[in-house]
């Protein structure tokens, strides 16, 4: 959405948005609607990703395709316009449209050969384990943080508060278009931006965001298996809450990572010391089960 805005002294309040087959513009839709529309189906795409979990394996190339196609066509639609005073003697995009189907093809093909690494292969009883002594209980502690995440959360948050401000002194703009999908985005990265991971005696325990809040937990019991493993953003599909063939990793920053596997799922959180918090996971989930 910065690439319109940026250019915005360089066209009319309206922008030729379709051509027919001779390259001529024939329709068109308001600078709003051009910035707007691809972030609202963005937004919609990461959405329906999360929740899409049938389709785990496809999920990264469709995300990275679109994400591709969206931009492309946005950079094709500003760059046809571009100091035209009308829409209708806007230039021609179809050399642009090619090259965006082609541009996204190819992130497809990244997307798949991305995403479609298999989970490891793992056994119960699986990894290195803590000797707890008799009587004694064991807790370990980490937490992990992105500063990048907050810088993100952060503007997300200023450009939906000054649309708010826009929109209380015009009321006529339909700035909650606006409001809306940048709040939901400064909320949802700031809740991804840092996490709080607890073993103890009743499981594994990972809090998001500043506020600890939401937090997924595991009972020692339904825990399989844990270990420590080296991941990367490339590997999982980038930062923050990634789902991925590897299952799903919440990505801070690249390196050690605590993985876990329960109810046949793999759980993966970047953290230090790893190693140390996988051993007493072990522990806990074999005096749990009774597993050697």
């Not at 190339?61 to 500003?78: F, K, N, P, W």
């Not at 290195?128 to 209980?137: L, W």
């Not at 103890?200 to 009972?219: I, N, S």
């Not at 109810?263 to 010391?273: H, N």
Request: glycine share 10%.
């Amino acid at each position: 959405m910065v690439l319109p805005l940026t250019a915005r002294r360089g066209f009319e309040d309206r922008l030729a948005t379709h051509w027919n087959a001779f390259g001529d513009p024939d329709g068109s839709l308001p600078l709003w609607a051009v910035v707007l529309v691809p972030v609202a189906i963005w937004i919609a795409l990461v959405v329906s990703a999360v929740f899409w979990r049938a389709s785990r394996r496809w999920r990264g190339a469709v995300l990275v395709s679109c994400g591709v196609l969206l931009a492309g066509e946005q950079a094709s639609i500003v760059r046809a316009n571009l100091y035209h005073a009308q829409w209708r003697d806007a230039d021609s995009a179809t050399v642009g449209a090619v090259a965006t189907v082609l541009a996204a093809a190819a992130a497809a093909v990244v997307g798949v050969l991305a995403s479609g690494r298999p989970a490891s292969p793992a056994a119960p009883g699986e990894g290195s384990r803590m000797d707890i002594p008799a009587g004694e209980r064991r807790v370990w502690l980490a937490r992990t943080e992105n500063p990048w995440l907050y810088a993100l959360a952060a503007v997300a948050g200023v450009v939906a508060l000054a649309a708010l401000l826009v929109g209380l002194g015009d009321p006529a703009k339909p700035m909650w278009l606006l409001i809306a999908p940048f709040t939901f985005v400064s909320m949802a990265v700031l809740a991804c931006s840092s996490v709080r991971v607890r073993v103890a005696e009743r499981g594994l325990d990972v809090a998001f965001g500043p506020l600890g809040w939401p937090v997924r937990h595991w009972d020692a019991a339904d825990i399989e298996w844990a270990r420590a493993e080296h991941r990367t953003p490339t590997q999982v599909g980038g930062w923050g809450y990634r789902l991925s063939g590897l299952g799903t990793t919440v990505m801070l920053r690249s390196g050690e990572c605590l993985v876990i596997r329960a109810g046949g799922k793999d759980f993966a959180v970047s953290v230090d010391d790893a190693e140390r918090a996988a051993a007493l996971l072990n522990s806990l989930a074999g005096a749990h089960t009774g597993r050697a």
